[in-house]
């Protein structure tokens, strides 16, 4: 899988509620409400600036704080087509993989505000057409790689009727 | 070979020679859902085509973060929750009932050496009573009502050795404090966290829970102590499950370990906008402060409410300054009624609110105004977390904040203790 966009570059430590406020997050299940959201208490602006495809690039620790599923699926619905940071926090990380949202892993120093890349997923690459650099990035584990290939856990459970992993 | 709490806990529950790193499916002894996130564990529920719970009385769902509700959008997900556990038949705590993460210790459904799952970041609380409990989104905790089950990547452990006894109005939200703005936000990523020494065994199981309650601040998974006779002796007074406490083995493997000295702790706050952004409170004394909140998941048991009320007796609150309190639970509302405790707060000047997270999670119950500060007993400050992104939240004890509001400002609350 490919995925092509510009960078909207974060810091570290970016929580749950920068992600989705709790403000907002009680009131509904409509994703693509909360979608509009998306980074409010970071940047007013983030989801206006968003082009289809578009990567939120950030420090680590990506995502702590709560254990609110909105987080990744107000991403998705927001045209994010993947989050790359240096580390993420491991409910975030396993929200991400169990709702299909694609998380890389890999050094960001070296990404900046409106660069433009391409991820080669399959090959583990990162590609910074802006600074013409590689970026390896780092495999997710089997057991994950497994669930988003099934298209996320519901699809894993409807499929199998279980957890499985052979 | 020997192995850490989590190793053993893990391995008991999956049948297999779980070690740090192995990825298991275990099996779990409870499973929880609050009102933030039971809304799309249900709808993941029903696209995974499932009937019914793997076992009603293993499951609970609790109401306690827009509690009761503020917005007909929340009614809404308030009432599917209800409809669900009727239909299901499982255990329900409605408003007033309390914050999960008393209920499900104090209401005796989780007993040390448990595997335990709650769709809640600070589930990771009943590690104080030897439970190995993690917090997970919606579509795991779907996965765990369906099956039972959920799998795990077995956590290297983080152990915090605790030496000393913590001195006279210090407390276990400055130690956790403390021990979170030293090894940072991320610094238990992935692991999970061991508290031993003699500073743990000399504290309440309120405080334990306090201590647990926030490992989760510093990545871990879980925060995890050993039974203790004290552990074993409040287990038995709120639960009738048979349980079997898990200890480390001496010589179990951990990640990294860190020895501190406790004995010369001073109370701590955490700064605006991160929890480990932490100092002494002299360096944030004098502070002007618009409101206070005593009470959350952390500290709004009956420790932290008669210290905050040995503080707060016979003395009003400063003028320019609000007092939020909300009691952990029902059964602790109506311990500090008994107790005297909710006239001191009201006399006082306070505003007691329903048992459940209070102002914690900005849906209600005191959004601070533009540029305010407020100092609160949560466990988070993060920009925007009480609604208002232009608020300041600065993190400590029920004392400091007790102390604190009565000035008016940011207070050392030593002065107050005798």
Known sequence: MDLHGKVHKFANDVNTDYIISGRHKFKTLDMKELAKHVMEDLDPEFYSKVTKGDFIVAGSNFGCGSSREQAPLAIINANVSAVIAKSFARIFYRNCINTGLPLIECNTDGIDEGDELEVDLGAGILHNLSKGTDIAITPLPAVMLKILNDGGLVEHFKKYGGFNFD | ?418
């Open chain 2, 1 to 418: 070979m020997s192995k850490t709490i989590a190793e053993k806990i893990l391995s008991t529950k999956s049948g297999q020679d779980a070690r740090a790193n192995d990825i298991v499916v275990a099996d779990l002894d409870f499973v929880m859902g609050q009102d933030g996130t039971s809304g799309l564990a249900i709808q993941a529920f029903e696209e995974m085509q499932a009937k019914q719970v793997f076992d009603p009385a293993r499951v609970a769902m609790v109401i306690d973060h827009s509690s009761p509700s503020p917005l007909a959008g929340v009614s809404a997900l308030h009432r599917q929750m209800r409809v669900f556990a009727d239909e299901q038949k499982i255990n329900f705590y409605d408003i007033g009932d309390g914050v999960c993460h008393q209920l499900l210790p104090e209401q005796g459904h989780v007993v040390p050496g448990d595997l335990v799952i709650g769709a809640d970041s600070h589930t990771c609380t009943y590690g104080a009573i030897n439970v190995f409990s993690t917090g997970v989104g919606s579509t795991d905790l779907a996965a765990g009502l369906v099956s039972g089950k959920l799998w795990f990547k077995v956590p290297e452990t983080f152990k915090f050795v605790l030496n000393g006894r913590l001195p006279a109005g210090v407390y276990a939200k400055d130690l956790i404090l403390y021990l979170i703005g030293d090894v940072t936000a991320d610094g238990a990523t992935y692991m999970a966290a061991e508290y031993v020494g003699e500073a743990i065994a000399a504290l309440s199981i309120d405080a334990r829970l306090t201590i647990s309650n926030m490992a989760i601040e510093m990545g871990a998974k879980c925060g995890l102590m050993e039974a203790d006779q004290k552990t074993i002796d409040w287990v038995r007074a709120h639960s009738k499950k048979d349980f079997t406490p898990v200890k480390a083995d001496l010589d179990a493997v951990y990640a990294r370990i860190k020895e501190y000295d406790v004995s010369k702790l001073e109370p701590q706050v955490a700064k605006p906008h991160t929890v480990d952004n932490v100092c002494p409170v002299g360096e944030v004394a004098g502070i002007p402060i618009q409101q206070g909140v005593i009470g959350t998941c952390t500290n709004g048991r009956m420790e932290d409410l008669r210290i905050a009320a040995g503080i707060l007796k016979g003395k009003k609150i400063d003028r320019h300054t609000r007092l939020i309190v909300a009691p952990s639970s029902r059964q602790l509302m109506l311990q500090a009624m008994r107790e005297g405790l909710i006239e001191v707060f009201v006399e006082a000047g306070a505003a007691v609110v329903t048992p459940g997270c209070g102002p914690c999670v900005g849906t209600h119950n005191g959004v601070p105004s533009d540029g305010e500060n407020v100092i609160s007993t949560a466990n988070r400050n993060f920009k925007g977390r009480m609604g208002n992104p232009t608020s300041f939240i600065y993190l400590g004890s029920p004392a400091t904040v007790a102390a604190s509001v009565l000035y008016g400002k940011i207070t050392d609350p030593r002065e107050f203790i005798k």
